[in-house]
C-alpha cells in the first residue's frame, strides 16, 4: 500500500478540520471540492463565496460540504483581533492594527482559526510566499512547547529499490533555515523524528549528515554536525542517531560496514538531516527528479499547531494531499 493511500486512510479517520485561506484561487477551490468528496478532511475556505461558486460552475464542480467564510466580513473578526492584539501586544499592537491585519492578510486570519479553536491546521502558500505563511503561523499559533526551531521536512516516497532503502524516507531542513547552528540541526532531528511518528506511524533512525564520516575529513561545516551530535547525546534523545556520517554510509548497509561499523544506524537511516539549506534543497529535487520519488512537503515542524506551506507552483492534487498529509499531522499532534 502507497504511503498516499495510506496517509488518505488515516485522515478519513480522523476527520480533521482544515483551512484553505486562499479562495481566490481555482486550484485551491476545486481541491476544496475534491477534499470533500474523498472524505480526507472538513475544508474551510476563505474568499468571496460569489466569486468561488462562479468558479466552481465554470469548472462543473459541487462546493457541497464546503464551508465559505467570506473575508471581507469575517463572523469572528471583533474577536480575533482583540485576541491578535493580546499576542502581539510586546510589539505594540493595537486591537484597530490587528483588525486591518486580519482583513489585508487570510493567512492570519486562518491562522486565528487555528489558535482559537475554530480549525485544527491550515494549509496554504497557492497565492502566498512561503515567508508570508510561516509569519502567521509564528506570530499566531507560536512554537510547540519545548521547542525553539521551526523548521520542515519532505516524505521522500521512493518508487524504485525499496528493498534496499524502505519505502519512504523524511529529509530536513530542505526549506525554512539556511545555516542552522548545532543546536537547531538537533532541534530539526527531534522534530523529525516527531513527524515520522505522529504523521507515518515510524520509527526514526537519524543521520545527520556531512562530507565526512567519522573522522575522514577535518572542516568546520564538519565540526557542527559532530556537535550537534553531542547536543543529542546531552539530551538523553529516546531514538537512534549518529552524527556525521556521510550519504552513503546511512543509507548504504555495505559501504556503512566499511566506513563506520560500529554505527546502529548506519547503513539504515531513514531520516536524513541535512547539514543546510542548500544541500537539503538540491538533495531531495535530485532525488525526486532522478530517482522518480514522490515528494510530499515540506511539512512544516515545530509549530504549535499544524500550519503547512505550498509551492506557488502546486497542483489541485498537491493541495489535496498536502491537506490529508496535514490532518493526519494535525490529529497525531494531540496525542
Known amino acids: 500500500m502507497s504511503f498516499l493511500v495510506k496517509i488518505r486512510e488515516k485522515a478519513r479517520e480522523v476527520q480533521q478540520t482544515v483551512v484553505l485561506p486562499e479562495g481566490d484561487d481555482e486550484r485551491v ?38 464551508e465559505v467564510i467570506e473575508t471581507k466580513n469575517p463572523p469572528k473578526l471583533e474577536p480575533y483581533a482583540e485576541k491578535l492584539a493580546e499576542l502581539r501586544a510586546k510589539k ?70 525499496q ?38 506511524g515510524m520509527q526514526g533512525r537519524v543521520a545527520l549528515l556531512t562530507f565526512s564520516t567519522k573522522g575522514s575529513a577535518s572542516h568546520p561545516d564538519v565540526d557542527v554536525v559532530i556537535e550537534a551530535g553531542k547536543i543529542l547525546e546531552e539530551r538523553h534523545v529516546n531514538f537512534p542517531f549518529t552524527a556525521e556520517i556521510q550519504a552513503d554510509a546511512a543509507i548504504v548497509k555495505s559501504v556503512a560496514r566499511k566506513k563506520c561499523p560500529e554505527s546502529k544506524v548506519a547503513g539504515t537511516a531513514n531520516i ?4 543546510n539549506l542548500a544541500a537539503g534543497n538540491i538533495g531531495y529535487k535530485l532525488v525526486q527528479r ?11 515542524q515545530g509549530l504549535a499547531a499544524p500550519i503547512n506551506d505550498l509551492s506557488r507552483g502546486c497542483s489541485v492534487d498537491d493541495i489535496v494531499n498536502l491537506v490529508a498529509i496535514t490532518a493526519v499531522q494535525a490529529a497525531g499532534n494531540k496525542k
Open 272 to 275: 536524513l538531516i541535512f547539514p
Open 29 to 66: 477551490v476545486t481541491a476544496a471540492a475534491k477534499i470533500v468528496s474523498l472524505g480526507v478532511a472538513k475544508p474551510i475556505v476563505l474568499g468571496n463565496r460569489e466569486t468561488m461558486e462562479r468558479i466552481a460552475t465554470d469548472l462543473g464542480i459541487s462546493l457541497k460540504g464546503v
Open 163 to 200: 528493498e534496499t532503502y524502505g519505502d519512504v524516507l523524511l529529509f530536513g531542513d530542505c526549506s525554512v533555515i539556511p545555516v542552522p547552528t548545532s543546536e537547531q540541526l538537533a532541534d530539526i532531528a527531534e522534530a523529525s523524528v516527531h513527524t515520522a511518528q505522529s504523521v507515518i
Open 92 to 161: 505594540g499592537m493595537t486591537v484597530e492594527q490587528a483588525r486591518e491585519i486580519l482583513l489585508k492578510d487570510p493567512n492570519f486570519y486562518g491562522a486565528m482559526m487555528v489558535k482559537m479553536g475554530d480549525a485544527d491546521a491550515m494549509v496554504s502558500g497557492s497565492n502566498s510566499p512561503t515567508a508570508n505563511v510561516l509569519r502567521a503561523g509564528l506570530q499566531v499559533v507560536g512554537t510547540r512547547k519545548g521547542i525553539k526551531t521551526v523548521s520542515s521536512v519532505f516524505v521522500m516516497e521512493l518508487t524504485e529499490r
Open 290 to 300: 532522478l530517482a522518480g520519488a514522490n515528494a510530499y512537503g515540506p511539512l512544516i
